[in-house]
């Protein structure tokens, strides 16, 4: 009897043995066919500061007033000593220079890009998990004083309440804002989707039907010799009611589903810097053809003051003719060259039309006269550019940040797509009544039914759609990770450019402005020397020429530097509205176009405010979250592979 006990425990334990072994093998085995990642090339390097690339010349110069006059200014704490030493590399430099390439599972060490204009685009954030949190420490603690333009918002910078009240409008009217809002509105309803995924499908449902089986089949003859009551069969046809509701999970042992909402958040958060980033050039279009505008405006001023001189040298050609002290052929060159200027002025009336329309295009509204302001354009200043350091980029430029959600995004992609390679466990139940007869539908417990069920389905065969799959994300990742080091590196370039330009075309003006003082001169002179006989009507006609020409050329120079400001300042991040700028406080001066309609009140950025924004808090992620170890930056754990550099190194001497 005790052998017989003994053989039937080893048997169970024998069988409960194989069972686990079976399933662990089950478990196990799906994962052993995953290819392994490919890994993205290690990017340049950030410079440590910008002013290298354009101080040295005023330094070595020793022409501070120049580079006062140009309106460019590196952060004070930027010592001038620093423009002239070499970047030392770090060890994580030199460890990418040994490796050349860097993980395609792990993102660089850039700190976090958030800024507080992301406060009013994105939620709060409490709502969002841990490795969401928007308040991560930046890399670098700015001054109490303003060491970046882009900390301005653009009220401040351009300091002119007919502008602001264009951009204003702009901001509230223009479609392609209004269709980014959609977008952000669609990213948030699928983060809302891939949450809902997780949490358990609850469905109900009511039948009647009617079933008449056959005789000869077994159903039908077993049926024909059932009795529902002692000497009472079943009806036939026989009916059939059912009210029920079933209940369906997918357990997220993998995190395939939590990575899949992860995801689509930080996409929606990078929608939101997406349009913060197109709020920022629409901010610089509307400024930059408003500039645009006041330089033809101040063209068209010339050209009228440049016919008013040629009529009185037209005149005095006319009356030296007829007192013998001049020829026909002096006052025929006048008048052409009148007719050739007011030719032009039609010329230049056009362009002023087509400039007001690209405004009100861009404001959303149907062609109409701009209002402007009347100034003196050659001397027109705006805002002092501060570039801060380079580091700062990854703050203030929306693009910048959302590259930088899209990366991660991608990592997690990854991490999704691996989860498919191993099973899944989807569990259900149900319960309802059913009876042939609504008089017993509810009679519980004998009308009762309900089941419970578990399923757990893995690849085991031809798995190459998953390979596939796998191998599309993590091109995809490395497409987002190249394309972050771009858009740092087109950053990087565009401030240099511009700064560089701002500079340049303020020389330029300097020297045209020396140029046209002797040219109004040499008019004078000449002028004089022909009303006394002493000079030819040919230097009379030049010398109004050239000096047109001179001051229609100082007037694109200055028109092309004020560009260049606005496109400095929207390179370093600049032109957000003032709520969500918190370093300083105020807003907009009110001003009210007299010219166009305005709306009751000054608009602010439509901000997508849908339904409430899918709540991620901290229960959300179950207690393996603590266990994911998950790295900040949400990448995919990375294979067993060799140590790299960042992508770029950050690093910032101060």
């Given at each position: 009897?005790?052998?017989?006990?003994?053989?039937?425990?080893?048997?169970?334990?024998?069988?409960?043995?194989?069972?686990?072994?079976?399933?662990?093998?089950?478990?196990?085995?799906?994962?052993?066919?995953?290819?392994?990642?490919?890994?993205?090339?290690?990017?340049?390097?950030?410079?440590?500061?910008?002013?290298?690339?354009?101080?040295?010349?005023?330094?070595?110069?020793?022409?501070?007033?120049?580079?006062?006059?140009?309106?460019?200014?590196?952060?004070?704490?930027?010592?001038?000593?620093?423009?002239?030493?070499?970047?030392?590399?770090?060890?994580?430099?030199?460890?990418?220079?040994?490796?050349?390439?860097?993980?395609?599972?792990?993102?660089?060490?850039?700190?976090?890009?958030?800024?507080?204009?992301?406060?009013?685009?994105?939620?709060?954030?409490?709502?969002?998990?841990?490795?969401?949190?928007?308040?991560?420490?930046?890399?670098?603690?700015?001054?109490?004083?303003?060491?970046?333009?882009?900390?301005?918002?653009?009220?401040?910078?351009?300091?002119?309440?007919?502008?602001?009240?264009?951009?204003?409008?702009?901001?509230?009217?223009n479609q392609e804002l209004k269709i980014l809002t959609e977008d952000i509105r669609i990213a948030s309803n699928e983060v809302r989707g891939r949450r809902g995924e997780?949490?358990?499908?609850?469905?109900?449902?009511?039948?009647?039907?009617?079933?008449?089986?056959?005789?000869?089949?077994?159903?039908?003859?077993?049926?024909?010799?059932?009795?529902?009551?002692?000497?009472?069969?079943?009806?036939?046809?026989?009916?059939?009611?059912?009210?029920?509701?079933?209940?369906?999970?997918?357990?997220?042992?993998?995190?395939?589903?939590?990575?899949?909402?992860?995801?689509?958040?930080?996409?929606?958060?990078?929608?939101?810097?997406?349009?913060?980033?197109?709020?920022?050039?629409?901010?610089?279009?509307?400024?930059?053809?408003?500039?645009?505008?006041?330089?033809?405006?101040?063209?068209?001023?010339?050209?009228?003051?440049?016919?008013?001189?040629?009529?009185?040298?037209?005149?005095?050609?006319?009356?030296?003719?007829?007192?013998?002290?001049?020829?026909?052929?002096?006052?025929?060159?006048?008048?052409?060259?009148?007719?050739?200027?007011?030719?032009?002025?039609?010329?230049?009336?056009?362009?002023?039309?087509?400039?007001?329309?690209?405004?009100?295009?861009?404001?959303?509204?149907?062609?109409?006269?701009?209002?402007?302001?009347?100034?003196?354009?050659?001397?027109?200043?705006?805002?002092?550019?501060?570039?801060?350091?380079?580091?700062?980029?990854?703050?203030?430029?929306?693009?910048?940040?959302?590259?930088?959600?899209?990366?991660?995004?991608?990592?997690?992609?990854?991490?999704?797509?691996?989860?498919?390679?191993?099973?899944?466990?989807?569990?259900?139940?149900?319960?309802?009544?059913?009876?042939?007869?609504?008089?017993?539908?509810?009679?519980?417990?004998?009308?009762?039914?309900?089941?419970?069920?578990?399923?757990?389905?893995?690849?085991?065969?031809?798995?190459?759609?998953?390979?596939?799959?796998?191998?599309?994300?993590?091109?995809?990742?490395?497409?987002?990770?190249?394309?972050?080091?771009?858009?740092?590196?087109?950053?990087?370039?565009?401030?240099?450019?511009?700064?560089?330009?701002?500079?340049?075309?303020?020389?330029?003006?300097?020297?045209?402005?020396?140029?046209?003082?002797?040219?109004?001169?040499?008019?004078?002179?000449?002028?004089k020397l022909f009303q006394t006989a002493r000079g030819e009507y040919l230097d009379v006609l030049l010398s109004q020429r050239d000096m047109m020409e001179a001051r229609?050329?100082?007037?694109?120079?200055?028109?092309?530097?004020?560009?260049?400001?606005?496109?400095?300042?929207?390179?370093?991040?600049?032109?957000?509205?003032?709520?969500?700028?918190?370093?300083?406080?105020?807003?907009?001066?009110?001003?009210?176009?007299?010219?166009?309609?305005?709306?009751?009140?000054?608009?602010?950025?439509?901000?997508?405010?849908?339904?409430?924004?899918?709540?991620?808090?901290?229960?959300?992620?179950?207690?393996?979250?603590?266990?994911?170890?998950?790295?900040?930056?949400?990448?995919?754990?990375?294979?067993?592979?060799?140590?790299?550099?960042?992508?770029?190194?950050?690093?910032?001497?101060?």
């Amino acid at each position: 009897m005790n052998h017989l006990a003994k053989y039937s425990n080893a048997k169970r334990k024998n069988r409960l043995l194989s069972t686990a072994i079976i399933v662990s093998a089950l478990l196990v085995l799906p994962g052993c066919g995953i290819p392994p990642l490919r890994r993205a090339d290690c990017g340049a390097p950030l410079p440590h500061t910008f002013s290298r690339f354009w101080t040295m010349q005023n330094v070595a110069t020793g022409s501070e007033a120049d580079a006062d006059n140009s309106g460019v200014q590196s952060a004070s704490f930027v010592s001038e000593t620093e423009s002239e030493l070499k970047p030392i590399p770090s060890a994580d430099t030199a460890t990418s220079r040994d490796s050349g390439a860097t993980s395609a599972e792990t993102l660089p060490s850039y700190p976090k890009s958030e800024t507080a204009s992301e406060d009013a685009q994105q939620p709060s954030p409490e709502e969002l998990p841990p490795s969401f949190d928007s308040d991560t420490t930046s890399l670098l603690e700015l001054p109490d004083s303003c060491e970046n333009s882009a900390q301005l918002s653009f009220c401040q910078f351009f300091d002119d309440p007919v502008l602001t009240s264009l951009i204003h409008q702009a901001l509230a009217g223009n479609q392609e804002l209004k269709i980014l809002t959609e977008d952000i509105r669609i990213a948030s309803n699928e983060v809302r989707g891939r949450r809902g995924e997780l949490f358990p499908f609850f469905g109900w449902g009511t039948r009647a039907g009617l079933e008449k089986p056959s005789l000869f089949t077994p159903q039908g003859a077993v049926e024909a010799q059932l009795e529902v009551l002692p000497g009472k069969g079943f009806p036939d046809p026989l009916p059939n009611f059912l009210v029920a509701t079933d209940i369906t999970w997918e357990v997220d042992i993998w995190r395939r589903l939590r990575n899949a909402r992860d995801a689509a958040t930080l996409r929606y958060l990078g929608s939101a810097n997406g349009r913060n980033y197109i709020v920022t050039r629409l901010v610089a279009e509307v400024a930059e053809n408003y500039y645009e505008l006041l330089a033809l405006d101040n063209q068209m001023l010339t050209l009228d003051r440049t016919i008013e001189i040629q009529q009185k040298s037209l005149e005095l050609a006319k009356a030296m003719k007829a007192a013998a002290r001049g020829t026909e052929l002096a006052v025929q060159r006048f008048q052409a060259e009148v007719s050739k200027n007011q030719s032009e002025k039609l010329i230049i009336q056009q362009r002023i039309v087509e400039v007001e329309n690209k405004i009100n295009f861009t404001l959303g509204r149907y062609p109409q006269p701009v209002e402007r302001i009347s100034t003196d354009y050659i001397n027109l200043n705006l805002h002092a550019l501060r570039v801060g350091v380079p580091s700062q980029l990854l703050r203030y430029r929306a693009d910048i940040r959302e590259a930088e959600r899209e990366v991660a995004a991608a990592g997690l992609d990854v991490r999704v797509a691996r989860a498919r390679f191993f099973p899944s466990l989807i569990l259900s139940a149900g319960a309802g009544y059913e009876a042939f007869n609504t008089r017993y539908l509810f009679s519980s417990p004998d009308s009762l039914i309900y089941g419970v069920a578990g399923n757990l389905v893995g690849p085991l065969i031809n798995k190459s759609a998953i390979r596939a799959d796998y191998m599309t994300a993590n091109a995809m990742q490395l497409q987002a990770i190249y394309n972050y080091q771009r858009t740092v590196l087109n950053a990087y370039t565009e401030v240099v450019n511009r700064i560089s330009k701002v500079e340049n075309y303020a020389k330029s003006i300097e020297a045209k402005k020396q140029q046209l003082a002797s040219l109004e001169s040499s008019v004078e002179s000449a002028t004089k020397l022909f009303q006394t006989a002493r000079g030819e009507y040919l230097d009379v006609l030049l010398s109004q020429r050239d000096m047109m020409e001179a001051r229609m050329i100082l007037i694109e120079t200055k028109q092309q530097q004020l560009s260049a400001i606005v496109n400095a300042y929207q390179a370093l991040g600049g032109g957000m509205m003032p709520n969500a700028i918190n370093l300083f406080a105020g807003a907009c001066p009110a001003y009210v176009v007299s010219s166009s309609p305005q709306p009751e009140a000054i608009p602010t950025i439509p901000e997508p405010t849908p339904d409430p924004i899918p709540e991620l808090r901290q229960s959300d992620l179950d207690d393996s979250q603590a266990a994911d170890e998950r790295s900040p930056q949400l990448l995919p754990p990375a294979e067993p592979l060799a140590e790299s550099g960042p992508l770029l190194n950050h690093s910032v001497a101060i």
